[in-house]
């Protein structure tokens, strides 16, 4: 089954609200990653976390290796913020790669 | 800082053709990714060098595709005799080191269309 479960799949929400978005994992993971994909495709780093939490502006991030989840909140949404968002975690096996989420596509309305 | 580069954006192919993507890591970064995401499978990883040579190919198809690193500026992606569900964005990445703890930095990806 997939390592790495990311909810919700879609999320709207009005331009100054907020919410979060959660990865769970199967298997014991090192670090995670979130990313941003923008309309043109491109994968936009927002956060690598080995534990605990980074913020950055209207986003912070929380890793918890041992109960195994990652959130992504974002607050006071903008119009920008548009677009699918992916959580990537690399497990503690050595393995370099990452494994993905399948995604939150997220629309900021006005 | 141009980021990780591939070349070429886009590529539309015959079935049986080949086709060789490019990318181009971040300079210093001593570790490139190739994964590639499509709507049914989303991102699936591929393959990995560090410092230029094969780490982790676990997840290359075991037939039509290979990758190189000839040197550290740049990696290709090669796929033989190309089927439609070939078809995908092809993405790269690279990192400083590729050990623990390690960012990966993508490029902006090659659209395949195998027709």
């Known amino acids: 089954g997939d390592q790495v479960e990311q909810s919700p799949s879609a999320l709207s929400l009005h331009e100054g609200t907020g919410s979060a978005l959660r990865c769970n994992f199967t298997?014991?993971?090192?670090?995670v990653q979130w990313f941003q994909q923008n309309s043109r495709g491109s994968l936009i780093n927002l956060f690598y976390?080995?534990?605990g939490t980074k913020e950055n502006g209207r986003l912070k991030s929380t890793f918890n290796s041992k109960e195994s989840y990652s959130t992504l909140h974002i607050r006071d949404a903008q119009l920008e913020d548009s677009g699918t968002y992916f959580c990537?975690?690399?497990?503690?096996?050595?393995?370099?790669?990452?494994?993905f989420g399948k995604g939150t596509q997220l629309i900021i309305q006005p | 800082n141009a980021g990780v580069i591939q070349t070429p954006r886009h590529k539309v192919t015959g079935k049986g053709q080949e086709a060789t993507l490019w990318c181009e890591p971040i300079?210093?970064?001593?570790?490139v990714f190739w994964y590639r995401q499509t709507i049914v499978q989303g991102l699936e990883f591929l393959t990995y060098?560090?410092?230029?040579?094969?780490?982790?190919d676990s997840g290359m198809p075991k037939e039509r595709f290979s990758a190189q690193m000839p040197n550290q500026s740049h990696s290709t992606l090669k796929i033989q005799s190309t089927q439609p569900q070939d078809s995908a964005v092809y993405l790269c990445?690279?990192?400083?080191?590729?050990?623990?703890?390690?960012?990966?930095?993508f490029g902006p990806g090659t659209r395949l269309l195998v027709l």
């Open positions: 300079s210093g970064h001593s570790a």
């Open positions: 990537a975690a690399l497990n503690t096996e050595g393995a370099d790669r990452l494994t």
């Open positions: 298997t014991t993971m090192r670090a």
């Open positions: 990445a690279s990192s400083l080191d590729g050990g623990a703890e390690d960012t990966q930095y």
């Open positions: 060098f560090r410092n230029q040579a094969p780490i982790d």
């Open positions: 976390l080995a534990s």
